[in-house]
């Protein structure tokens, strides 16, 4: 129990892969808008209260929020682009915010979700995601203190195919991108895009 990590978004399909992953190992506080530890990334207040209820962490990992597909001419474009917007905008304020509440030599993991071949509708989602990736590309070169940056692109997971009814021959199984964040915290990455 060397390590004490925060995973927001430990309640979700992925979230919880990497808590499982990591809790034999680790004091584990995962956190979401309706777990007992609450925070909203919508909200920077919980997670400035987040941090000052946990104090110090060694890693702080962001599995949390989504987007959605939309395509160019949906009525729900405006919508939908502020919805998707908010994984870049609290993934982004997480990270500077996690910062200050890190030991030395700690990490940040984010999320991102880029596919190589890009899907109709998923406009808003490659603006999110790549920049999350170009983000943490940039902003790991600022780090203090030894600290590390690194985002998981995990590609289709197997449970979240299966749930829209699709088919799961292509997809990764939780528990094996839950391992992506595992390395992210073990190894000595920095800024990169573990796919
Ligand atoms: N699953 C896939 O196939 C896939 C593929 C590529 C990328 N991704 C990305 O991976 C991430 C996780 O995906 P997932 O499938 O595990 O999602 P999920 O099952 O829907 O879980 C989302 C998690 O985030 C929490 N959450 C949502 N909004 C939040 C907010 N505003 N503040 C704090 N917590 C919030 C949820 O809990 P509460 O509802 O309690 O807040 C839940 O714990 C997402 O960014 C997704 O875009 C997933």
Not at 66 to 72: D, R, V, Y
Not at 111 to 137: A, D
């Amino acid at each position: 129990m060397n390590k004490r990590i925060i995973v927001i978004g430990g309640t979700g399909i992925i979230g919880s892969a990497v808590v499982n992953a990591l809790e034999p190992k680790y004091e584990v506080i995962s956190a979401s808008r309706n777990s007992s530890i609450r925070v909203d990334l919508d909200d920077m207040d919980t997670v400035d209260k987040l941090f000052t209820k946990v104090g110090k962490v060694d890693a702080v990992v962001c599995t949390a929020q989504s987007g959605k597909l939309t395509p160019l001419n949906s009525a729900q474009w405006d919508d939908d682009f502020t919805f998707g917007m908010k994984k870049l905008t609290g993934q982004v304020e997480l990270f500077r915010r996690a910062i200050n509440n890190l030991n030395d030599h700690g990490s940040i993991t984010l999320t991102s979700g880029t596919f190589k071949e890009p899907l109709p509708g998923s406009s808003v989602g490659h603006i999110v995601n790549y920049g999350l990736e170009g983000f943490v590309r940039a902003a790991a070169l600022e780090l203090p203190r030894g600290i590390r940056a690194n985002v998981v692109s995990p590609g289709w997971v197997k449970e979240t195919l299966k749930i829209l009814g699709m088919d799961d021959a292509k997809g990764t199984a939780a528990n094996v991108v839950a391992q992506s964040y595992v390395e992210a915290i073990e190894g000595n990455m920095q800024g990169r895009v573990l796919i």
